[in-house]
């Protein structure tokens, strides 16, 4: 069974960054894509990033796309979501998510088996 801790969340300015961290431990974290999601108040949760089992090829939802970076380190069974230049639009929980097995997509919750608890990001304006 796949287990997720995210770090990293906090309150930051417009036009700040902050690195959040997902800790993964258990079964097959090294061979599947691996996702970024967040959840604003009284929205939908919707796909941020997602980056490949090897690390290779990285996936961005447009309204990050530029500003945001995923990467992983396999060695620390880690995850990490660079965010910069970030906008209030960006306040959210962010989770993060992980899967078993190839589903032939990445952007939707349902591609995921696995997930965190959740960062709160909070942005000042």
């Known amino acids: 069974q796949g287990h997720l801790v995210e770090s990293g969340g906090g309150l930051v300015q417009a036009g700040g960054s902050l690195r959040l961290s997902c800790a993964a431990s258990?079964?097959?974290?090294?061979?599947?894509?691996m996702g970024w999601f967040r959840q604003a108040p009284g929205k939908e949760r919707e796909f941020v990033a997602a980056i490949d089992g090897s690390g290779s090829f990285t996936y961005y939802a447009d309204s990050v796309k530029g500003r945001f970076t995923i990467s992983r380190d396999s060695a620390k069974n880690t995850v990490y979501l660079q965010m910069n230049t970030l906008k209030p639009e960006d306040a959210a929980v962010y989770y993060c998510?992980?899967?078993?097995?190839?589903?032939?997509?990445?952007?939707?919750?349902?591609?995921?088996?696995?997930w965190g608890q959740g960062t709160q990001v909070t942005v000042s304006s």
């Open positions: 998510a992980g899967r078993y097995a190839y589903t032939g997509s990445y952007s939707r919750q349902t591609d995921y088996d696995y």
């Open positions: 258990g079964r097959t974290f090294n061979t599947y894509t």
